[in-house]
Structures are given as structure tokens and as C-alpha cells.
């Protein structure tokens, strides 16, 4: 199967999961994106789940997993765009997540990241 | 094509052979495809398909290799999903214990078999050790 696509922007990694994962398609992702983190020295890393309707606890974990990692290497990790029952099921699941921070949107995780285009620091756009 | 099986009346059925981890995929995207032509909601959609990929993962990690089993049965009154999970692999020595939240024996977070009874509406474990193991859930359409 393909991989995901990395994007960066800033000093940000943007990544969002259009298809169903298969654990080696899941652990795949979490490998190259630990390795992007360093390549790239990125601070902020963004991933939207606004596809995926179904995480279950290997999801889950490999996710939590991402954000441990990332966190280790410097850079803080952000879950957008979960659905609502997935939202429900991971609670029932006993996954509530601990750790991994979430917003509902990619407008909002951008926001909580401070990443912009090129870089650019946010001083830098008030001129 | 419809069949009676202990007061139950099969409408529909599917088996997806469980033997690797791309079949975890088929066996949830299987369950959502029944699923939904019951009528269920979204939200019961997620949470079936969720507990068969729970299923599924065990039978991988543990069983080796088996089957799960998905009909949608009637039983006069109510309409719902049968999910059998099989496999025969070394089976579970501790029944009680794997129904506990955070037991693993495999490294992984054990939240599978506890995990998939909270989501469904009914859970039955038969296991012992040598003798492989089989869960049936179910979960009715409200």
C-alpha cells in the first residue's frame, strides 16, 4: 500500500490519513515521521483524522506512540478533526488518550502550533 | 436463504478468513457493509466496526490464524449483528483476567477483549488453553 504523504510547512509537519491503516501502513507512519521530525527540525507536527472512520486501540496507540515520540525529539504533536464516534468509541475503548493534545479542526491545530508558511515567525507578519 | 438457529433468524451472512494484518482491514469494512444494511446509525457503525477490528487483531495475535463469522439476525422482536470471532490457536488460560482493562500478554495495551464488550450490547467467551478461542458479540439495533 502507498505511504502518507509528509507535507512540510514552517517548521511544521503536516500529515493527514486519507485511508483506512493497516498496522504496517501505521507503523510506517510513525517511523518516517519520527525520522522527518529530526530531518527537517520541524517543531510542530499536525495530523488529521478527519478521514479515518475507525481507530481502534492499535490506531490509537500507534498515534499516542507518535506523539510520545515526537515529544522526545522536540516537537509537540496535534490531533485534528476527529469524528465524533470515533471520539465516543475511543472512550468507551478505555483510550482516552493522555498526552496527545487535540483540536477540531486544521485551522485550530495550525493555531496551537504557531506554524505559518515559509517559516515566517509570527512577529514577522505585523510588520 | 434464511435460516433459524437457536431462535434466532439469520437474514444475512459473511466469513472473513483472519490470517494477517490487511485482513483486520477487510473483516471492519466487511462489518460496516452488513452493518449498515440493518439500518444502524453512524455512531453504532463506528462502535461495530471498531470491536471487529479488536476481534480480528486478537485472532492475529494470538489464534494465528481464524475466522470471523458476521449475520444479521432477527428474534421476533429485535434486528442486530452477530460477530463470532474464532480461532484455534493456544487459547486463554485466564479468562478472567484477559477481561481485565490493562492486561496484555502480548505488549499491547490490553484493552482488545475488555475494550469490544463495552462497545457491543452482548459478549460470550469460550476459551482453553490448546483449544483455541471463540467470542460471540452482538449488538441490537435500537
Redesign the interface.
Known amino acids: 500500500m502507498d505511504r502518507i504523504p509528509i507535507l512540510k510547512m514552517g517548521e511544521c509537519l503536516l500529515v493527514s490519513i486519507q485511508v483506512d491503516m493497516d498496522d504496517d501502513l501505521a507503523l510506517a507512519l510513525r517511523d518516517s515521521l519520527t525520522s522527518r521530525i529530526v530531518q527537517d527540525k520541524a517543531r510542530g507536527v499536525l495530523i488529521d483524522i478527519s478521514s479515518l472512520d475507525i481507530v481502534d486501540s492499535f490506531i490509537g496507540r500507534m498515534l499516542a506512540n507518535i506523539a510520545a515520540m515526537a515529544k522526545i525529539l522536540d516537537a509537540q504533536t496535534v490531533l485534528v478533526g476527529m469524528r465524533p464516534s470515533v471520539a465516543m468509541t475511543l472512550v468507551e475503548l478505555g483510550l482516552s488518550l493522555p498526552g496527545i493534545q487535540t483540536a477540531l479542526n486544521v485551522d485550530r491545530g495550525l493555531k496551537l502550533l504557531h506554524c505559518s508558511p515559509q517559516g515566517e515567525s509570527s512577529a514577522a507578519k505585523h510588520h | 436463504m434464511a435460516r433459524t438457529e437457536k431462535g434466532l433468524t439469520v437474514k444475512e451472512e459473511a466469513v472473513v478468513a483472519i490470517n494477517i ?2 485482513d ?2 477487510v473483516a ?2 466487511k462489518s ?1 457493509e452488513l452493518a449498515a444494511q440493518l439500518g444502524f446509525s ?2 453504532d ?3 461495530i ?2 470491536a471487529v ?2 476481534l480480528a ?1 486478537n485472532i492475529v495475535l494470538y489464534g494465528g490464524a481464524g475466522e470471523i463469522q458476521l449475520s444479521l439476525v432477527e428474534n421476533g422482536v429485535n434486528r442486530g449483528i452477530v460477530v463470532v470471532a474464532e480461532d484455534h490457536g493456544r487459547g486463554i488460560a485466564d479468562i478472567n483476567r484477559a477481561l481485565q ?1 490493562g492486561y496484555s500478554s502480548s505488549g ?2 490490553g ?2 477483549l ?2 469490544t464488550r ?2 457491543m450490547d452482548e459478549f460470550e467467551i469460550v476459551s482453553a488453553p490448546g483449544k483455541g478461542t471463540k467470542v460471540t458479540v452482538k449488538k441490537w439495533k435500537r
Request: charged letters at 25%; zero cysteines.
Open positions: 494484518d490487511t483486520i482491514v471492519r469494512h460496516r453512524y455512531v457503525l463506528t462502535l466496526a471498531t477490528s479488536e487483531r482493562d499491547s495495551l484493552l482488545g475488555p475494550g463495552r462497545l
